[in-house]
């Protein structure tokens, strides 16, 4: 028709334009906010509570206009909250699992009675989580609520968990973590982020609507992170979990200011991190590239993505780029800071020789940006390592596969990746060498609740999603040693722990001069490095019953940079291959059996029978380890997508071992035998007060056919040790058993990089016995030795 404006079908295709937006209401949400008089409070015990005299945080939309107002929380609302929990809890906890199913399944029809009120409150916050999104979460964790007792045994909840989330995390990644901590049992205290309170609100509602029991879901609303500290500090909580921004020190200063506290932490920073995104030849290349703008240019991502191109695609690639962001409109920014950040790291990588690819020009001010690819970028580039929060792709190029997970593994984080190529042994290779929790194959950004979800690196420190991530709120129903005993923050200072002058030794030269052991790195014994010694006073009495090495920060750095050369090559091996290595310790520790229940009666004063006693409850153990290394690994998940889903654990790395008193050697043979069995490499630290069954057992490694270096033993002052293992930044995890002042200081300490810590407070004459062999125990060893990956293979 003449003068007709209508294009056609071709038109379109070759302006890649997009199609009018459907007009958008938020009417429901509206109302909803004008019933609570636009001033939303706290939700505790069931029920709305806004307090008069508090202040308030006022909530602005992309357009400037007030949304609503929340209360700033007190130390009286967070008294009333937690025990408000307590008693959610008992009431929760006591419910069978197919009644607490049943409440999570009648959610879901509440859910799609309301869930224009919640998309639309969802959209008007910029807390972007569909219903359906919900749902499936829903579904999900109620099965695992009626099933928790069937497939999840000998494990009891932990009793109050406090979710605590950056002003910038989204809803999924917060309800990731409230749903399966209810499905468990627990009651949730949640203190969630300015854009997303109003919508967690609402679902606090429509959760009681459901039939939750008072108090067992919360809301804590406040200014910034420091309530989470605040709520963490309250003795009635027992686990406090942290998801969002590692950049602005939210989880940082949450850490430090819990430590000594006596509640463990887990973080997950999945805001902000550097993801590779990593093109090979063999890949499509179209599909990859619409791929990369969609990832990296939507108006609100959770990382930054740094594009990957292998050489020979990279015009072909940057081409595509050109003609796919014609006429892309600038994408909003949470504030005008955000703009000067990003004109400031283009103009840097400009005078960097760098080259721009840009959708339109950049309007001259306002919180707006174009799409701008930046080519010819350096891995060490300011916009690469630290990249500014806008709609920025740093393109880097590699040559062959080595490069790539080379360029893949080069930030510190460890979130994500996501790999094209249509080569299946290429993408499955590239997955199993890259450090991330998530890998993405030919797609990106798949979530689903059945995928674990782990940051490796410095991307947190717990798993998220699936099976895996219900053991975070779950403990075992016979531990080795009890929690850490809630108290007070010990009076320290941290510059001063661990640097007391070791006790002085007067040289003896007679033919009765007790014994000198060594140590033991990279396989050989060794002197420390300092040549100095300690002594070792007997059970009974004083006097000097042998002398150990007294060992230092320079010990601990060789021990780590002998583990480090080998353990990459150990977890290569098959599980059969590990196994094989470990029955020969088993065999080792028979064959010197006599000499080692020696040491033991004699540093212990246990009786002879009961030295000979833990030594064959030892070899039992590490043939226990040696039968365990191909059992558990991992599997293919049901995803509700076409495609293949893979779930894997795999090795922290180094483990930093600080060893209890009681057991000595079955204490060490268990530990050493759930890092070494999947994969790690470990340095451990005998007990301070018997070390000579540790050091005994040196002979026993000796002769095994574990490689050189995978298992090192550092004798010495215990906190001298552990601050030695604490500042080293290759050690991934430390499992401590000691001090309070020990245990307040690696908390405090191993923030930056994060590590995993498992501690243990051990005094005088108590702790666990380690003779028992309960299901749960080497179960969740296990599982503090590993950290999980998911892989995603679409099939059509």
């Known amino acids: 028709m003449a003068g007709s404006t209508t294009k056609t079908v071709y038109d379109i295709f070759q302006s890649m334009e997009q199609g009018p937006a459907p007009a958008s209401s938020t009417a429901t949400a509206q109302a909803w906010l004008d019933h609570h008089s636009r001033a939303l409070g706290l939700f505790i015990d069931g029920k709305f509570v806004c307090p008069a005299d508090r202040q308030r945080r006022s909530l602005v939309d992309c357009k400037g206009g007030n ?6 929380a007190v130390e009286d609302d967070i008294s009333q909250c937690a025990s408000s929990a307590v008693n959610g809890f008992k009431a929760w906890s006591s419910q069978t699992c197919y009644q607490r199913a049943q409440v999570l399944l009648k959610l879901v029809s509440i859910l799609g009675l309301h869930n224009k009120c919640v998309s639309e409150l969802c959209e008007l916050c910029e807390a972007s989580c569909s219903p359906s999104t919900l749902v499936r979460l829903l579904q999900y964790y109620s099965s695992w609520a009626q099933l928790r007792d069937t497939l999840i045994t000998n494990w009891k909840p932990l009793g109050v968990v406090a979710v605590v989330v950056s002003d910038d995390c989204s809803l999924y990644s917060l309800f990731l973590k409230v749903l399966p901590a209810l499905a468990m049992g627990n009651s949730v205290i949640v203190v969630p982020g300015q854009y997303t309170a109003p919508p967690v609100l609402l679902l606090a509602q429509l959760f009681t609507g459901a039939g939750l029991p008072a108090g067992a879901l919360n809301v804590l ?27 602005v020190c939210d989880a940082v ?21 550097t993801c590779p995104f990593i093109i090979f030849d063999s890949a499509d290349i179209d599909s990859a590239v619409d791929g990369a703008i969609e990832a990296a240019f939507r108006k609100k991502k959770e990382a930054h993505w740094v594009l990957c191109v292998q050489e020979n695609v990279l015009d072909s690639v940057v081409s595509r780029l050109r003609l796919r962001m014609e006429r892309m409109k600038c994408v909003g920014l949470r504030s005008d800071e955000d703009r000067v950040l990003v004109d400031a790291a283009v103009h840097e990588a400009q005078q960097q020789g760098a080259t721009l690819i840009q959708s339109c020009s950049a309007p001259p001010s306002g919180a707006q940006y174009p799409p701008t690819v930046v080519c010819g970028t350096a891995p060490a580039s300011p916009c690469v390592v630290s990249p500014a929060p806008g709609p920025l792709l740093p393109v880097l190029t590699f040559r062959s596969y080595t490069e790539a997970v080379t360029l893949g593994n080069h930030s510190p984080h460890g979130q994500a990746a996501s790999i094209w190529t249509e080569d299946l042994t290429l993408a499955q290779e590239t997955a199993k060498n890259l450090s991330v929790g998530s890998v993405w194959v030919n797609s990106h950004s798949v ?22 991530g219900m053991y975070q709120f779950l403990r075992p129903s016979s531990s080795l040693s009890p929690p850490l005993p809630r108290s007070s923050p010990l009076p320290m200072d941290y510059t001063k722990f661990g640097t007391g002058a070791s006790p002085v030794i007067i040289p003896d030269d007679s033919v009765s001069a007790p014994k000198s052991y060594l140590q033991f790195v990279g396989g050989k014994t060794c002197k420390s490095v300092s040549g100095c010694s300690i002594p070792v006073q007997p059970p009974e009495g004083d006097g000097v019953l042998a002398y150990c090495p007294d060992g ?17 090559g150990w977890m290569k091996k098959s599980p059969s291959a590990r196994a094989q290595s470990l029955y020969s310790v088993a065999k080792g520790l028979e064959a010197k059996r006599r000499d080692v229940a020696a040491s033991v009666h004699i540093q212990t004063g246990l009786s002879v029978v009961e030295a000979e006693k833990e030594v064959e409850l030892s070899i039992t153990r590490l043939s226990d380890w040696a039968a365990y290394c191909d059992k558990i690994q991992g599997g293919s998940l049901p995803m509700p997508q076409s495609g293949c889903a893979l779930s894997v654990p795999e090795a922290l790395g180094v483990i930093g071992v600080v060893l209890p008193d009681n057991n000595p050697l079955l204490s060490m043979v268990t530990l050493l035998g759930a890092a070494v069995a999947t994969g790690n490499a470990v340095v451990m630290v005998p007990s301070q007060k018997y070390p000579l069954p540790a050091l005994s057992f040196i002979q026993v490694l000796q002769a095994s056919d574990l490689p050189a270096g995978l298992v090192n033993v550092i004798s010495g002052s215990r906190d001298q040790l552990t601050v030695a293992l604490a500042n080293h930044s290759v050690i991934k995890a430390i499992w401590y058993w000691g001090s309070a002042e020990g245990c307040q200081y690696l908390q405090y300490t191993c923030t930056s990089p994060l590590k995993t810590l498992c501690l243990f407070c051990q005094k005088d004459k108590e702790g666990k016995d380690w003779t ?14 590993v950290q999980w990956k998911s892989v995603w293979i679409p099939t059509a």
């Open 67 to 72: 949304v609503c107002t929340t209360v700033c």
């Open 221 to 247: 609303t406040g200014g910034d992170v420091s309530l989470g500290a605040n709520v963490a500090q309250n003795p009635s909580i027992s686990y406090v979990t942290y998801s969002g921004n590692k950049q």
């Open 253 to 273: 200063m949450l850490c430090k200011a819990t430590a000594g506290m006596g509640i463990p932490i887990s973080v997950s920073p999945c805001i902000g991190a």
């Open 447 to 468: 979530w689903d609740p059945c995928l674990p979800v782990a940051g490796h690196k410095d991307s947190g420190t717990c798993t998220d999603g699936g099976q895996e």
């Open 552 to 568: 230092g920060r320079k010990d601990i750095r060789n021990a780590v940079e002998a583990a480090i050369k080998v353990q990459p």
């Open 772 to 785: 028992q062999s309960h299901p749960s125990l080497l179960e969740n060893l296990w599982r503090n030795a």
